[in-house]
């Protein structure tokens, strides 16, 4: 079975502080592991792949799949991340349905 | 940029009613997916759709629920007789691709309110 864990529902962190969002996944195969964010009143958006090994508005996640993670982190919280991330998983057969987290709600303080 | 459209934002109905949900996928895209999320829980998948057909289903996608392109633009979700714990944020997708590391990119959601 398919199944992602984010254990922290709220987050709150003072801006310029690093930010650690965990996600734990369970699957038996490859997994393609996604982090998705929804800034207040927009839509669910695709943040980074784990496989494009990027840095998007300076947020990066490794895949270790010894632990099983795919924590998305970022060195220098801004205010402009507060929302709401989603870490996803889709499986390696046929046509993918994305398996989401609980969604962990980020906070930045001021 | 193109997106993927939703409507109506939010429909509310009474139970037992049919309702329809309406999604217009990104022009170019052949996969397409539904999903849902309840007030405070995760985004769940119902059902994703390919050359006219149902790829695959969850659990949730009972009998009461349906799936339908009824042109080469719209996707509809159609729930027939509604309950009141079908109340969710409805959420349509697409991608060009259904699997590997390929996005899928979501309208903004229908919300439905069963009364």
């Known amino acids: 079975a398919q199944r992602v864990t984010q254990p922290e529902k709220l987050l709150s962190v003072f801006k310029g502080a690093p930010v650690e969002l965990k996600c734990n996944y369970s699957y038996s195969g490859s997994p393609e592991l996604f982090w998705y964010v929804q800034y207040s009143r927009q839509r669910l958006q695709l943040l980074l792949r784990?496989?494009s090994r990027e840095s998007i508005k300076g947020f990066t996640a490794d895949l270790n799949k010894g632990e099983t993670s795919f924590h998305l982190k970022k060195p220098f919280a801004q205010e402009e991340d507060s929302a709401m991330y989603y870490c996803?998983?889709?499986?390696?057969?046929?046509?993918?349905?994305?398996?989401f987290g609980q969604g962990t709600r980020l906070t930045i303080n001021p | 940029e193109p997106e993927v459209t939703q409507t109506p934002s939010h429909q509310v109905t009474q139970m037992g009613q049919e309702v329809i949900l309406r999604c217009v996928p990104i022009s170019n895209h052949l996969y397409f997916y539904w999903y849902r999320q309840i007030l405070g829980q995760k985004v769940e998948f119902l059902v994703s759709?390919?050359?006219?057909?149902?790829?695959?289903k969850s659990e949730i996608f009972d009998d009461q629920f349906s799936v339908e392109r009824p042109d080469g633009s719209n996707f509809t979700l159609k729930i027939r007789s509604t309950k009141l714990e079908d109340s969710a944020m409805y959420f349509c997708?697409?991608?060009?691709?259904?699997?590997?590391?390929?996005?899928?990119?979501f309208g903004p959601g229908t919300r439905l309110t069963v009364t």
């Open positions: 997708a697409s991608s060009e691709v259904p699997y590997g590391p390929y996005e899928q990119y």
């Open positions: 996803a998983l889709s499986g390696d057969q046929g046509a993918q349905k994305l398996v």
């Open positions: 759709f390919y050359n006219n057909e149902i790829s695959e």
């Open positions: 784990h496989i």
